[in-house]
């Protein structure tokens, strides 16, 4: 008994953190405090040395505090943060309600191209909610829109910005897996925009076939004259789609790293509240506090999951999990990624996604880079790429699946009493629907992944 406890140390651990997840402490502080307590089991039971303590240090001022790469983070929770405080997001949801005013559905599908847009220029899912939330579920529920599709619209929108780049996910990600963050910047375009059609496309049929819980705007709704429209679109719909632009632009095209790009959205970003007369002080000193405490937040998360990656691993983790996937059948490459998928998305009930984020994939990448998935992929070496933004694809869910999807908890705490819980629940569930289509697709076709960057010149 005494030697199977030492060889199982690892799983033990594994359990122990998903009991204590429910607790409600600290994210970061679990993921720390569990690693320190079986790195001293380990030395008790002869499978962990003391002096591998030592390594714990420098191994997060390494790939953390030092690491240029997440350096980034900080700067697009800024420039999505000052979007938000300023007033742009809500002039450009406006703009976009006149444009898709005359398509049935159009209100909801305003909604989500909103979300798109924002999620190119946040990546921060709380924001992105709670503000759509603010904006828009007044106005759609003034216009007649079943309230089940008035949540469900906002809460899938605001979570597109965990996946379109420039996405924190995806920054945390490349590091974890030593990829380069522009990579997986371009591949998980096509996949975020794929998302975004869906939705769309779902709308447009539910509006066709039931409008009443869909109604049409009014043709008084918007501006009456041409010269009104070009001026609305001069002023809230062009600025934020060029930073936006920008941002991006420079990414792909290789002028600027991530972290550039990002700096030059924050001074995009105060340029446009300049612009629009919005920028302050007092607004600029709340926006830097705010950015200050999610950034704070974010990287204790980071170190703690470093801690546990190096415990877990160092007490014979990746064996482990392989013995059981082999005891489960699971011994095809194919079989363990879409085991891997399931799981995934089952932990998003429970577990938010930087928390399944920073520990699934330390675990399964290394086992899931031994296998060959020619002739599915082109080569081999396109792997990493294709299977971190089936990861990223099917965490986004993670945000919406009761009962503890973040995203639902942003909206109950800024909906009106009229909308419960129940109809969110309800809400969602069609989308986290296209949410698993959408990764379906992707998992049949990885072109919809691999096609930018190759072409862009990232896989070469």
């Given amino acids: 008994m005494y030697d199977w406890i030492g060889a199982h140390l690892s799983i033990l651990m594994f359990l122990v953190l998903t009991v204590i997840m429910f607790v409600g402490y600290p994210v970061a502080f679990v993921l720390g405090g569990v690693a320190l307590a079986f790195g001293v089991l380990g030395i008790f039971f002869d499978v962990f040395r003391a002096q591998q303590f030592y390594s714990l240090i420098p191994r997060i001022w390494g790939q953390a505090v030092q690491n240029p790469a997440l350096i980034a983070i900080p700067m697009f929770v800024f420039m999505g943060t000052l979007l938000e405080r300023s007033g742009v997001a809500d002039d450009l949801l406006h703009a976009l309600q006149v444009l898709t005013r005359r398509i049935p559905g159009g209100l909801a599908m305003s909604v989500t191209l909103m979300g798109t847009i924002m999620a190119a220029t946040t990546g921060i899912v709380g924001a992105s909610v709670i503000m759509l939330t603010l904006i828009a579920l007044p106005k759609m529920l003034e216009s007649g829109y079943q309230k089940e599709l008035s949540v469900g619209t906002i809460a899938s929108a605001g979570t597109l910005g965990i996946l379109i780049p420039p996405s924190i996910m995806l920054v945390i990600m490349g590091d974890l897996l030593t990829i380069s963050v522009g990579t997986l910047f371009t591949a998980a375009v096509l996949p975020g925009l794929l998302l975004s059609v869906l939705y769309l496309v779902y709308q447009g049929i539910l509006a066709a076939v039931r409008p009443e819980l869909a109604p049409a705007l009014s043709k008084a709704a918007g501006p009456q004259t041409r010269a009104e429209f070009w001026k609305l679109m001069l002023k809230s719909f062009l600025p934020p789609t060029f930073l936006i632009t920008v941002v991006l632009g420079s990414i792909f095209g290789g002028l600027a790293t991530p972290t550039e790009a990002g700096a030059a959205g924050s001074v995009g970003a105060m340029v446009l509240a300049a612009w629009n007369k919005r920028l302050s ?5 709340e926006v830097i506090e705010s950015s200050a405490l999610t950034n704070a937040l974010v990287f204790f998360i980071v170190f703690g999951a470093t801690l546990f990656s190096y415990v877990f691993r160092a007490l014979g983790g990746d064996d482990v999990v392989l013995e059981i996937l082999a005891a489960m059948g699971l011994n095809t490459g194919w079989s363990i990624l879409i085991f891997l998928m399931v799981l995934v998305f089952i932990m998003g009930f429970f577990f938010d996604w930087i928390e399944i984020c920073l520990i699934v994939l330390p675990i399964f990448a290394p086992i899931l880079l031994k296998v060959d998935f020619t002739p599915h992929l082109a080569a081999n070496k396109d792997f990493m790429i294709w299977f971190t933004i089936l990861i990223a694809v099917n965490l986004q869910s993670a945000f919406l699946t ?33 949410q698993m289509l959408g990764v379906a697709l992707c998992i049949i076709f990885p072109e919809i992944v691999l096609w930018l960057p190759r072409k862009l010149g990232y896989m070469d």
Wanted: net charge positive; proline share 13%; aromatic share 16%.
């Fill in 281 to 285: 002080v007092k607004m600029l000193r």
């Fill in 402 to 434: 009761p009962p503890f999807g973040f995203a639902l908890f942003y909206m109950k705490g800024t909906v009106p009493p009229s909308v419960t819980m129940a109809h969110i629940y309800r809400g969602i569930i069609p989308f986290v629907a296209l």
